[in-house]
């Protein structure tokens, strides 16, 4: 066997496990995502009602879920929960509230049994009554999404009386944009380290003085 053709069953090697590289890296990205639920942060003075996000991200294929949301009741009256774009645009959904389920806790629970939601949205507002100035980390617990087998992860918010450099919700709209390196940006960055890694090994592997 000859040195060229030595370089061309390299070569096709090294093509093959490129390509394996190009198809797995993006889908072992994309289902390493967690389902997450985030909770935005809120602030205002004694006496003023304040609104927070619960937003959800990677849900699609849900059916549904519950979650357990803890807060500090000496400082936080929840007054009202409101379903939000998530699941008024899923024509399945169902929802459940309990603002009283324990001191210091409210549960919510909703259905999308044709899992039809998208895949990210605001999943509901929180409205609280400041009954006195502190703070107020806001956790997400007890986490149940529907079908069973699905990782989550939560975030927690923050409410702050008074609201010094806190930025109260004025959307309920708008999700939080997470400090998160986009999945595409770290596939397109393995790519490009692919591809640049081909061309290397081709001009580092050419026989015969660079001809082949």
């Not at 806790?105 to 949205?121: N, R, Y």
């Not at 009954?131 to 927690?156: A, C, R, Y």
């Not at 400090?179 to 790519?191: G, M, V």
Request: charged share 20%.
């Amino acid at each position: 066997m000859n040195m060229k053709t030595v370089f061309i069953i390299k070569e096709a090697l090294f093509l093959v496990l490129l390509i394996v590289l190009i198809i797995v890296a993006p889908n072992a990205l994309l289902a390493a995502d967690d389902l997450l639920l985030t909770v935005s942060d809120a602030g205002g003075d004694t006496g003023d009602h304040v609104t927070v996000n619960i937003n959800i991200e990677n849900a699609t294929g849900t059916e549904g879920g519950q979650f357990v949301l803890n807060f500090d009741d000496d400082i936080l009256k929840p007054i009202a929960l409101e379903t939000e774009s998530f699941l008024e645009e899923a024509e399945s959904s169902m929802e459940m509230v309990n603002l009283e389920y324990a001191p210091g806790q409210l549960m919510f629970i909703w259905i999308t049994a044709a899992a039809d939601t998208e895949d990210s949205g605001v999943l509901c507002t929180v409205t609280f009554e400041l009954l006195k100035e502190g703070e107020s980390l806001l956790e997400i617990n007890e986490v149940i999404i529907s079908p069973d087998g699905i990782d989550t992860s939560t975030e927690p918010g923050l409410v702050v009386a008074p609201a010094d450099g806190v930025d109260v919700v004025a959307d309920s709209d708008a999700v939080v944009e997470e400090n998160r390196t986009s999945p595409i940006i770290i596939i397109i960055a393995l790519l490009a380290l692919a591809i640049a890694g081909y061309f290397a090994y081709r001009q580092i592997k050419k026989p015969d003085g660079g001809r082949h």
